[in-house]
């Protein structure tokens, strides 16, 4: 489930965190949904304990986890993550829109694009 890059200059924790995101966002871990344990996620991993405990903390402090004492880490509602992101999202989504304009790109190009990127979500 999760697959990091120890070669990267993104720092472990970082990539833990943005890969839980990631899966958070595309529903495979749903709310509720209990993490693994800080010591078995590090073994699975390879990685220290205090870098996996650090992305947990993190992540609770977003609100994207919250924890239960003796019970574990389990995935927060997100919803208002969720809509943050996509307002966001479609801020710089329409700047992109004004710069391709600007660059005279035209309306069905833009439309294709977007068509393009999500049809290829519902191939996968």
């Given at each position: 489930m999760f697959i990091l890059d120890l070669k990267s200059r993104v720092p472990i924790y970082e990539q833990l965190k943005?890969?839980?995101?990631?899966l958070i966002m595309a529903g495979v871990l749903e709310q509720d949904s209990q993490l693994p344990s800080v010591r078995s996620l590090a073994r699975d991993l390879?990685?220290?304990?205090n870098t996996i405990q650090n992305a947990y903390q993190d992540m609770e402090k977003e609100g994207i986890i919250y924890?239960?004492?003796g019970?574990?880490?389990f995935v927060n509602d997100i919803s208002a993550l969720k809509q943050k992101e996509t307002e966001t999202?479609?801020?710089?989504?329409?700047q992109l829109c004004r710069q391709l304009k600007s660059c005279n790109?035209?309306?069905?190009?833009?439309?294709?694009c977007v068509e393009k990127i999500f049809s290829e979500e519902e191939q996968v």
């Open positions: 943005n890969k839980t995101l990631e390879g990685v220290n304990p924890s239960v004492a019970k574990g880490s999202a479609m801020e710089a989504l329409e790109a035209t309306k069905q190009q833009v439309i294709a």
